[in-house]
C-alpha cells in the first residue's frame, strides 16, 4: 500500500496540465501536492521543503524538465528523489537523454490516468 | 505536402482528444487554405524544425473547445478564458508530440517550439512558411475544429 501522505511537486508551464495531473492523483488519492510553473522555480521548491516524487514536463521556458532532472542528480540532497517525466517530446534521443540523466520513468502525452498511476506506482512500489 | 505529414497530424489529434478530453472526432476531407484567416474561434500554433519545417495550428470553434477543456479539466467552462487558452496551448503541443512521434517512425526527426495561442472571431494565423497550408476539418458533437498544417521537408520536398 503506497503512503497517500506523500509530497507530489508538478512541474508544468501550463495550468491545464498541472490540472490535468492533480486531478488523476487526487483520484489516486495523493493529496499533497504543490505545483511549480517552470523547472527554476521546481528547484527552489525542492531546495525549501521535503518532496517524495517529482512529476515534471520537458520544454519550459527558463529551465527545462531535462535541465531540472539533472540539478536533482547533481545535489547531494535532492538526488533520490523520484523524478517522472511527463512529456509530449516522444522522440528517441530525448528518451535516451532523459535515461542518461537518471529519470526514474517517462510517460509521453497523452496518456490514460491509469498509465500515469501505474508509473507512479512502479517508481514508489 | 508529403501525405505522411497529413496521416500523422489526424491520427494524433484523434489520439490526443479521446485520450485527454475523451472525445471522440471525426476527421472529414483535407483541403488547400490560401489564405491566413482562421477557421474557429481560438487557435493554437507551434512551429517546427528538423527533418521537416513549418507550423502546425489547431483551430476550434468555441462550443467545441468549450467541451473539451470542460471534459479535461472536470470543469463546466463557460467561454473562451485563460483557462481555456492556456488548454489550447497544451493540446496543440501535444498534437505536435504524437505527430512528431508518428514521423519518427517514418524516419524523420521533428522538433516543436513551444505553442502561441491567438483568439477571437476572424483572427489570422501566421504560419511559419507563410502558407498555403493544408486544413483536416474535424467534427465533433459540440461542433468542429479544425488542423491547419504548413509544412516541408528541410530538404526542400
Excluded at chain 1, 81 to 86: A, C, E, H, I
Excluded at chain 2, 72 to 96: R, Y
Aim: with cysteine; glycine share 10%; net charge negative.
Amino acid at each position: 500500500m503506497m503512503d497517500k501522505g506523500l509530497k507530489i511537486l508538478i512541474v508544468d508551464d501550463f495550468a491545464t496540465m498541472r490540472k490535468v495531473i492533480r486531478n488523476i492523483l487526487k483520484q489516486i488519492g495523493y493529496e499533497n501536492i504543490v505545483e511549480a510553473e517552470d523547472g527554476a522555480i521546481g528547484l527552489r521548491i525542492l531546495k525549501s521543503q521535503k518532496i517524495d516524487l517529482i512529476v515534471c514536463d520537458w520544454n519550459m521556458p527558463n529551465m527545462t524538465g531535462l535541465e531540472l532532472l539533472k540539478a536533482v542528480r547533481a545535489d547531494d540532497d535532492l538526488k533520490a528523489t523520484p523524478f517522472l517525466m511527463v512529456t509530449a517530446e516522444a522522440l528517441q534521443e530525448n528518451v535516451v537523454a532523459a535515461v542518461k540523466a537518471g529519470v526514474s520513468n517517462y510517460i509521453v502525452k497523452p496518456f490514460t490516468a491509469e498509465t500515469l498511476n501505474d508509473k507512479i506506482q512502479k517508481i514508489l512500489g | 505536402m508529403d501525405v505522411r505529414f497529413i496521416n500523422a497530424f489526424l491520427d494524433g489529434t484523434v489520439d490526443v482528444l479521446k485520450m485527454m478530453a475523451f472525445v471522440d472526432p471525426r476527421a472529414g476531407k483535407a483541403y488547400l487554405k490560401k489564405d491566413g484567416v482562421a477557421k474557429g474561434d481560438v487557435s493554437g500554433v507551434i512551429g517546427l524544425t528538423g527533418a521537416a519545417r513549418g507550423s502546425l495550428a489547431l483551430s476550434f470553434s468555441e462550443p467545441c473547445i468549450l467541451k473539451v477543456v470542460s471534459n479535461m479539466l472536470g470543469e463546466e467552462q463557460a467561454s473562451i478564458n485563460g483557462d481555456v487558452k492556456d488548454a489550447v496551448g497544451e493540446l496543440t503541443n501535444m498534437v505536435s508530440g504524437a505527430a512528431r512521434k508518428k514521423l519518427e517512425a517514418e524516419g524523420l526527426s521533428v522538433t516543436a517550439a513551444i505553442p502561441t495561442v491567438v483568439s477571437g472571431g476572424g483572427h489570422s494565423i501566421r504560419h511559419v512558411l507563410g502558407g498555403p497550408s493544408i486544413i483536416i476539418p474535424f467534427e465533433t458533437e459540440s461542433g468542429p475544429f479544425f488542423v491547419d498544417v504548413c509544412l516541408t521537408l528541410a530538404n526542400g520536398s
